[in-house]
Each structure stands twice: as structure tokens, then as C-alpha cells.
């Protein structure tokens, strides 16, 4: 069973299947129910996806997990937000919706296996599945399939993992598919193409509050800290400041309970600057970590080039993580993923960092 979403790469993927010799059928997942306010088009994906599976000659399905998806990751998604974090809803999208809902749902319509669009790569060595990065490493997904274990990756196919994105695209175009020459889908889709403070303001009453530089003066206002990462430049909207050069502004912090927002100057602001991080209990692709201390490399963020580092795992199951170079704007809420090479290893949570402390800096802190 192929999770079919109306895009190139699924599309693709079908067709690789087809001519496996694999008995493949499509299913459409419809993950948020839309309000008519956004650009989620899932009713144009819906159709895009059948028309594929039209022009191949497979089966198609549909099925609504807008309520699990509400349950396992929306609701995630706001309570990260309230406190100040910075969430990934693809991780958990994937852990919760399409290696766990859609699994159950191909396997009670008779499939013994599952396939998607992903670009990334599985394969079996010393008696365990691995999780392999792509071939295209523009285009790698393993990052956000770090959350998958041994029992989702022995029922998946990643048809496409193999092939760069150009080839997909070409492949798609000689098949003539109606998809060859479709956009790809950014950003998250329950917000689609609306703005998203005014999407986040419908869920987490946003108020005004004080911007304030690292020396605790107030140098403007904004409208919630919600809106808000570490190392963000954009819609800070700072004018100038007197005494202060003519050089944009970062978010070095955020105080959720007195709504004041921190910022620096400089994209390198000694403020966004960490060695070590603390994270929550770690998920590990072979079902145990390597060892309880080891070396490897890692991504704090999707588009990162890959930094050394040393794991300490902790009775709990967290970790304490020391980064070899310092590293900018490392951010509780997202993950932080490990690799031995190729191999996706696992990952986990950010809890915190030894970035360097403000009083009422979310983020900073030295790892408990």
C-alpha cells in the first residue's frame, strides 16, 4: 500500500513499484480537515493522487485521519507553542500518522507492506534494519524519520531513496503523469498558505509585550513571543536604535511569563552560541544506543551540514550531548538526530542548552 499525496515523489514511487512487479494500490491520506481559511488543498491533492493512480491502472483509496492527526500531533503541536518551545510536527506526523495510522489502515485492507515518497533509504545488515540517508542529500528525509523502529522499517519501501530529484522529475515526465511538473508542497500543511501569526493567534491568546536587547533595555514591541525562535531575524521589526549601529536584530531568548522578548545584534550573537545540550528520552532505531557514551555526528535542524559530537546516555534514557564546535541558535522543541555515516541512528527532544544565561531566557541555561 502506497500513501499516494498527490505530489511528484508518491507519484513516482508508484510507478517504480508498478514496474517491481509489485501488486501496489494507493491510498490518500487526509490528515487536516480544512476551515476555508488556508491553502491546504487537500481535496486538489486528493484528485491529483487519483488521477495517478488512474493513468497507472492501481487501486485506489481514501481515508480521514484528521482526528488522529488532531490527537497525536496537533494538539503537540499548541502545547509546545505555549510554553515557549519550538515543535517539529513532521517528526511526529510521521511517527503517529504514516508509520502507525496509515500502517494499521494498509493492513486492513490486505497489504503486507507499506510504501512512501520519502527520500531516504532502508536496508537489513547484522540481523537489524537500518535507516539510511538518501541518495540525493539535497533532499534527504531520514531527519524526520528518526522516530521509526525496527517493526516500521521491516514493513516499508522507499522507492524513490535511490534517485536524485532531477530523475524523479524526468521519470514522472516520460510516464507522462500528471503530476510531473507539480510544485512541491512546503512548510506544514494545516497552515497552508495563510499567515502563520494569525493562524497561531486562533489557538494561544497572543498579547503584546517588550522587546529587550541583551542588557535588559527595551528597544520595542512585539505581539506575542509565541511568534518567535532563537536566531530569527525576520518580523522583529526594530527601527533604529539610538546608540546602536545600523545592523540587523536576532532573537537570543524568550520569557513566556513575563511575554518579553530577547535580542542581539549580529547573525553570530555570542548569545546563540552552545556547546552542550540536554535532551528527553532518546529514540533509538536498532531499540538500544551503541554504547552509553559514543561518538558520532548530528543535525540540531533539517538543513544542517552534519557536526561532530559525543552522546552520554543517562539512566533516564535523555541525553547529555557535547558538540565538538559550538553551535548556533541549538533550539528546545526541535531534535537533534544522530548518524554513524549513512546510518540515521535515532534522536530525541531538545530540552535545553549551556547557551550563555539572561534572566528569563527559555533556552539557556547550562544542561541540568
Known sequence: ????????????????LQRSGAAVEGLFMRNWDEDGTGECRAEDDRRDALAVCGRLGIPFHARNFASE?????????????????TPNPDVLCNREIKFKTFLDAAHDLGAQRIATGHYAR????????????A??????????????GQEQLAATVFPIGDLPKASVRALAR?????????????????????????????????????????????????????????????????????????????????????????????HDSAWLFSRQLRSEAAHWIAGAPASTTFACTAKTRYRQADVTCTVAVRDDGTLDVAFDAPQRAVTPG?????????????????????????????HAGPAP
Not at 1 to 15: P, R, T, Y
Not at 70 to 83: L, M, N, S
Not at 174 to 203: M, N, V, W
Open 135 to 148: 541518495v540525493d542529500a539535497g533532499k534527504d528525509q531520514s531527519y524526520f524519520l528518526h522516530q521509526l
Open 334 to 362: 526541535q531534535s537533534v538526530v544522530f548518524y554513524a555515516d549513512q546510518e540515521c541512528l535515532g534522536g530525541a527532544v531538545i530540552a535545553s542548552t549551556d547557551a550563555p544565561t539572561l534572566p528569563g531566557i527559555s
Open 122 to 133: 532502508i536496508d537489513r545488515h547484522a540481523g537489524r534494519w537500518r535507516l539510511l540517508r
Open 174 to 266: 516520460e510516464a507522462d503523469l500528471p503530476t510531473h511538473a507539480k510544485k512541491d508542497s512546503t512548510g506544514i500543511c494545516f497552515i497552508g498558505e495563510r499567515d502563520f501569526r494569525q493562524f497561531l493567534s486562533r489557538y494561544i491568546p497572543m498579547q503584546t509585550g517588550e522587546i529587550h536587547d541583551a542588557q535588559g533595555r527595551r528597544i520595542g514591541e512585539h505581539p506575542g513571543v509565541y511568534f518567535y525562535t532563537l536566531g530569527q531575524r525576520e518580523g522583529l521589526q526594530i527601527g533604529g536604535v539610538r546608540g546602536r549601529a545600523a545592523a540587523p536584530w536576532y532573537v537570543i531568548g524568550k520569557d513566556v511569563a513575563t511575554n518579553v522578548l530577547y535580542v542581539d545584534q549580529g
Open 69 to 85: 492527526y488532531w490527537d497525536g500531533v496537533f494538539q503537540h503541536f499548541i502545547a509546545e507553542y505555549r510554553v515557549g518551545r
Open 1 to 16: 500500500m502506497l500513501g499516494v499525496s498527490g505530489g511528484v515523489d508518491s507519484s513516482v514511487a508508484a510507478l517504480l
